[in-house]
């Protein structure tokens, strides 16, 4: 396994936001993967603590049965823990053995913890053990777009997942923000106008539902 020399001797320091992902190679379900074979595409990779667990085995459960949903995005799922790759070969048997769902996305066996150091995985209040839930998402340039942290006890909402892959890729498409709550096809936020002239313009641009000049919507047609 192999993690990039940037992140290297930096364990538990997470990576930024809008900067290049730590790049990665290692052993998964479906052979070796780096952050190199998903050029081109977006990555959702997420981290659980451990297999043969109730909380993890429900997320898995939800990932696989949207996979479909991220397909049609055009992104891949891939999955990491620090349990070796026979447990997770195990698990995704038991998984389709008694819940009848196949798990078709790879997993990470990261037992040297490598992956999960480099990304920040590994939280001494949470574990110093395992991985906690995280969740990133990365651009189809390799650059890292989301993360999220979530506690050891709760499942993370794949719906939400999949809405701000939908989020993102709507605002790198025509150059706009979404609001709270946004859902694929609702009005979308135009950035503000940075001159008191373009102000002036915003509030009389009938092509916008303007509340203020700062604050306008308009809707998009895909």
């Excluded at 990304?119 to 053990?129: E, L, N, P, T």
């Excluded at 709507?170 to 106008?193: M, N």
Aim: aromatic share 10%; net charge negative; charged share 25%.
């Amino acid at each position: 396994m192999m993690v990039d020399e940037q992140v290297r001797g930096q364990p538990g320091v997470p990576p930024r936001l809008n900067e290049p992902a730590p790049d990665f190679r290692a052993d998964t379900t479906a052979g070796e993967r780096s952050l190199a074979d998903y050029r081109g595409r977006w990555l959702v990779l997420f981290s659980h603590s451990a297999d043969f667990t109730p909380v993890c085995t429900s997320e898995f459960l939800a990932f696989a049965r949207a996979q479909d949903r991220f397909d049609a995005l055009g992104a891949d799922l891939l999955g990491l823990s620090v349990d070796s790759e026979f447990a997770h070969i195990a698990w995704m048997q038991s998984i389709r053995e008694k819940f009848g769902v196949a798990v078709r996305f790879p997993i990470i066996a990261d037992a040297r913890m490598e992956v999960a150091r480099a990304y920040g995985m590994i939280h001494d209040g949470a574990s110093d053990r395992s991985a906690v839930r995280a969740t990133f998402v990365i651009d189809p340039d390799g650059v890292l777009r989301s993360m999220h942290y979530y506690p050891m006890p709760n499942g993370r909402s794949i719906d939400e997942i999949l809405r701000l892959l939908q989020a993102l890729q709507t605002s790198d498409r025509h150059g706009v923000a979404t609001p709270a709550d946004w859902q694929p096809g609702e009005p979308v936020i135009v950035p503000p106008p940075r001159t008191s002239e373009a102000a002036g313009e915003r509030l009389a641009d009938s092509g916008y539902t303007v509340t203020d000049w700062y604050f306008a919507k308009t809707l998009i047609v895909e």
